[in-house]
């Protein structure tokens, strides 16, 4: 299954008390899916702590095991693809059957369902279709489901109908371990000072851990150094730096247009659709705040404005910030985003 990443096991999953009800769940699901109460498994953390990894660990472990049981896994960007595709070329039966059909459903990242009402309501029909039928869904998110803004009430009551487990940051040992095993299953070794050199000063996401693993050989290759402790130090200087990119306008433009399901090239017409306007407005408004560009530049920008119209989109977005609880949200979430970049 193309879906499914082989390299995302169990056995490749270094259990910490920063993941132990998670896993365990998880484990307890693959060996039983649709059949113990934890359904739907609800699995949430921060970025890079290993959400897609277990869930797909679930997914590989009962395709293993289970061999006649149709398992898919799926992102929530790529199902909401799928679904304004099907829109367009009128085959909404296909998609919903399709999905319908299976026994144990992966939806990843639901977060991203913010503000697409449209795809959150069929997403709300598939998931009661399956969870019916004693088919298993297991979903991720990056917050708990109390604390997801943008998401439909009756879609996140059933989100909570099953068993919610939290993954958080790994302690030092097992950031330590998790380098270990990545060490051992790519055939090199590390000098443990480097090792925990590395997993001391890499303390907020797993992914990150392993990328600074991943940077620390391509620079003794590169410079035909072995790997010791300073290398370490030079290396971690960098891998810190280059870590803080710029925010571009162009970024925003499409995260905003991506979070709102708006075509990208709306935001610069002259429309003055409600959700067109509101796409535009949040736009100009996280330009103002997060890039270094001046008012007339992000007027130019976004469709030919001049900067009157940036100051009225900036008071505009403010004053429902203050008023529209939901809205706020609306942007809160788009920030989050902008800052993971
Ligand atoms: P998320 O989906 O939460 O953003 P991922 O599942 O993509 O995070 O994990 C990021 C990287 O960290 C992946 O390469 C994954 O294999 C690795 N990883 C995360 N947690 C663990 C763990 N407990 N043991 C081993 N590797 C892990
Ligand atoms: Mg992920």
């Known amino acids: 299954d193309p879906q499914l990443n082989q390299n995302y096991t169990f056995e490749n999953f270094i259990e910490g008390d920063c993941n132990r009800l998670a896993r365990s769940a998880g484990y307890a699901v693959a060996g039983k899916p649709g059949g113990t109460s934890f359904n739907p498994l609800m699995i949430y953390g921060g970025v890079g702590l290993g959400k897609t990894h277990l869930a797909q660990a679930i997914g590989n472990e009962i395709k293993r095991t289970l061999t006649d049981k149709l398992v898919l896994y799926v992102s929530c960007e790529k199902f909401t693809q799928q679904f304004v595709d099907a829109l367009k070329n009128n085959n909404i039966n296909d998609f919903v059957n399709f999905y319908q059909a299976m026994d144990v459903l992966i939806m990843d990242d639901v977060h991203n369902f913010a503000g697409k009402e449209k795809t959150q309501d069929i997403f709300f029909h598939i998931f009661n279709h399956l969870h019916q039928s004693g088919k298993q869904l297991i979903i991720t998110s990056d917050k ?99 870590s803080s990119k710029e925010i571009s306008m162009e970024y925003i433009q499409k995260l905003v247009c991506e979070y709102f399901e708006v075509p990208i090239e709306m935001v610069k017409s002259k429309t003055r659709k409600r959700e067109i306007v509101q796409a535009r407005q949040i736009s100009m408004y996280l330009a103002k705040l997060h890039t270094k560009t001046s008012l007339k530049s992000i007027g130019a920008f976004f469709g030919g404005r001049d900067h009157s119209t940036v100051i009225y989109a900036c008071q505009t977005v403010d004053d429902l910030i203050d008023t529209d609880k939901k809205f706020k949200g609306y942007v809160a979430d788009i920030q989050k985003k902008l800052k993971m970049s």
């Open 144 to 242: 708990a489901p109390k604390d997801l803004s943008g998401l439909e009430e009756r879609l996140l009551s059933r989100f909570k109908w099953g068993l919610s487990a939290d993954l958080q940051i790994p302690d030092l040992e097992t950031r330590m371990a998790i380098l270990n095993k990545k060490m051992y299953s790519d055939g090199i070794e590390l000098p443990s000072e480097v090792i925990e050199y590395v997993a001391h000063n890499i303390d907020n996401n797993v992914r990150e851990l392993e990328g600074a693993m991943v940077s620390l050989l391509a620079q003794s290759t590169l410079n035909k150094k072995e790997i010791d402790l300073n290398l370490a130090k030079s290396m971690l200087k960098n891998f810190i730096k280059n």
